[in-house]
């Protein structure tokens, strides 16, 4: 079994910093694309950010220049570094990951998500 275990949610006034992680643990071959997802009350699940294997990052035009995503192969952990949050960032975030396991099946993981809300 693989799971994707999230952490680093919370509380934070506008303008303000988080850094989430996302560990990936279990049975797992090797893990390509890692992501982080957000869906707000009464909206849909959007990308924020995105990662490659290989370090390649991408972005949605709403985080660009704010939030930073970066990952360690060697610990499964993904993270998503926020800054200068805005109310409109305050979210449920999802970690995503694309994940061969021990059984060479490919599959799509998710994490059970953390809250985080932008707030004065």
């Known amino acids: 079994q693989v799971q994707l275990v999230e952490s680093g949610g919370g509380l934070v006034q506008p303008g303000g910093s988080l850094k989430l992680s996302c560990a990936a643990s279990?049975?797992?071959?090797?893990?390509?694309?890692m992501g982080w997802y957000r869906q707000a009350p009464g909206m849909q699940r959007e990308l924020v950010a995105q990662?490659?294997?290989?370090?390649?990052?991408n972005y949605a035009d709403s985080v660009k220049g704010r939030f930073t995503i970066s990952r360690d192969n060697a610990k499964n952990t993904a993270y998503l570094q926020m800054n200068s949050l805005k109310p409109e960032d305050t979210a449920v975030y999802y970690c995503n990951a694309g994940i061969i396991s021990t059984g060479l099946s490919l599959d799509n993981y998710w994490g059970q998500g953390t809250q985080v809300t932008v707030s004065s």
């Open positions: 990662i490659a294997y290989g370090g390649t990052t």
């Open positions: 279990g049975s797992i071959f090797k893990i390509f694309a």
